[in-house]
């Protein structure tokens, strides 16, 4: 189990950028996946982003937009977010499943374990 908290949400205005941070408490990401989520009002949670170690996903959404990244000494996975559009908004989750080379990286935030409390992400237009 890792507990992991998020940070860097905010209010900004479209073409604009945040970058969100995700940092493991109590051990590091070596034994993880880590996967970037967000829900917008009245809709289904969904996966922005995802690293299992050097592997990376991105949702169509956010290809060329987004960058996720990671920073081991510190603990902490990036979301860089780029050329926001209204239709980013949401709360923003970090979380994390275990993993290690050789088994799925998933995508499906059904198989994450260890959620984050979120952050607001507000993109006006």
């Not at 499943?97 to 409390?117: A, I, N, Q, T, V």
């Amino acid at each position: 189990e890792v507990q992991v908290v998020e940070s860097g949400g905010g209010l900004v205005q479209a073409g604009g950028s945040l970058r969100l941070s995700c940092t493991a408490f109590g051990t590091t990401f070596d034994d993880y996946a880590i996967g970037w989520f967000r829900q917008a009002p009245g809709k289904e949670r969904e996966v922005v982003s995802r690293m299992c170690s050097s592997e990376k996903y991105y949702a169509d959404s956010v290809k060329g937009r987004f960058t996720i990244s990671s920073d081991n000494a510190k603990k902490t996975v990036y979301l860089q977010m780029n050329s926001l559009k209204p239709e980013d908004t949401g709360v923003y989750y970090c979380a994390a499943h275990r993993w290690e080379r050789g088994f799925l990286c998933y995508s499906d935030p059904d198989e994450y374990d260890d959620w984050g409390p979120g952050t607001q992400v507000t993109v006006s237009s």
